[in-house]
């Protein structure tokens, strides 16, 4: 059986002949004791990166956000997201379960919010209302098919919130695929904001592992918080090393990724059924609105795997694909005959 194209997501990603070499390198030692050479290693570079003070290797990317809520909110307070925010949408309800915060959400065009859009929702100090407590923003937004912040949105609601005293929290899931897209580095579209967290394990393609930076009190405390969940590890170096090689080496490919998006993005676009804008196809993610095919996402999802295509049903309506460097354009080519099999025959139903 041929190998199956794993559009599902770029998590997905096995690590690289580069990436097992570094983990079996790695020097390691306890990194509670802060006493990992390689995680210390990743967390410098990352806070260089990204133009930071300090950084905090975290197993996971809802680990990172969840540490940002914690320390920049509290009980009690309410959080502006975008309504399909992976804080608010994946993440298992640890904004109320762990910080206390309830969420205060916004659906925005393409889950791009504007100041406009967010400022009447922010609430102060009453005897009515549950005071605002932070805004987090999602760069790129996953949901809605990994749009892109414009820089100047994006710094002008760091800049109005702070205005506001309000901390924002950039879940920079994919902030190396918003730079890609933006042609700038991830330093320059997140300088505002309090703290950015990124995933090393999405399409950079390391095993596992995200990274949270923002000011060294910031990630002080981040490190206290880390530990209450039981984010604490010990000889993480191994883990760090396909870190700092994805870190490194995973930035130059993402445009790969996003031409294949956009091949897809493309060729669906004419598909009975199926409903997409391919000139929001920017970075690596594509979101599909198969509501027109007569079928749910899963059923199509489930057809797909039958010839070895993998897809996500994020809900009855929307399939998703995300490219990565485990999937090549011949691999995109193979999705696109496949899923013209798998939603043919019933548009042709629908339609007669
Ligand atoms: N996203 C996953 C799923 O959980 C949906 C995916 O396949 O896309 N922020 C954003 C924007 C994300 O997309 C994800 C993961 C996370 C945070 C959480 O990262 P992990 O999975 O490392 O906890």
């Not at 950039?170 to 933006?182: H, M, P, Q, S, T």
């Not at 870190?243 to 956009?262: F, Q, T, Y």
Request: glycine share 8%; hydrophobic share 45%; net charge negative.
């Amino acid at each position: 059986m041929a190998q199956a194209i794993d559009l599902r997501s770029d998590t997905v990603t096995r690590p690289t002949p580069a990436m097992r070499k570094a983990m079996a390198q790695a020097e390691v030692g306890d990194d509670v004791y802060r006493e990992d050479p390689t995680v210390n290693r990743l967390e410098d570079r990352a806070a260089e990166i990204l133009g930071r003070e300090a950084a905090l290797f975290v197993p996971s990317g809802t680990m990172a956000n969840q540490i940002a809520i914690r320390v920049l909110t509290d009980l009690g307070r309410e959080v502006i997201c975008e309504e399909r925010s992976h804080i608010l949408a994946y993440e298992m309800a640890m904004m109320a379960a762990f910080s206390g915060c309830l969420a205060r959400p916004i659906r925005a065009l393409d889950g791009v919010m504007t100041w406009t859009a967010l400022a009447g929702e922010i609430r102060g100090r009453s005897i009515h209302h549950a005071r605002t407590g932070l805004i987090s923003l999602e760069n790129t937004s996953n949901l809605t098919g990994g749009t892109v912040y414009p820089i100047h949105v994006s710094d002008d609601i760091c800049d109005r919130a702070h205005e506001a005293h309000l901390p924002v929290h950039l879940d920079g899931a994919r902030i190396f695929n918003a730079a890609v897209y933006l042609g700038r580095s991830a330093a320059e579209i997140s300088q505002k904001f309090d703290s950015v967290m990124f995933c090393l394990s999405k399409g950079l393609g390391a095993p596992v592992g995200s990274v949270l930076t923002g000011s060294q009190e910031f990630i002080d405390e981040a490190r206290i918080v880390r530990k209450m969940l039981g984010g604490g590890m010990r000889q993480a170096g191994v883990l760090a090393a396909a870190g700092l090689v994805a870190l490194e080496e995973g930035p130059k490919r993402l445009h790969v990724d996003h031409e294949n998006a956009s091949f897809l993005g493309d060729a669906l676009a004419d598909m009975p059924g199926i409903r997409i804008a391919p000139a929001k196809v920017m970075t690596n993610i594509v979101v599909l609105d198969v509501t027109g095919t007569g079928l749910t996402a899963a059923e199509i999802a489930k057809r797909l795997a039958a010839r070895d295509v993998l897809a996500s049903a994020m809900s009855p309506a929307i399939l998703r694909m995300v490219t990565h460097y485990d999937v090549d354009r011949a691999g995109c080519e193979r999705a696109v005959v496949a899923l013209k099999e798998a939603v043919g025959p019933a548009v042709r139903r629908t339609v007669h």
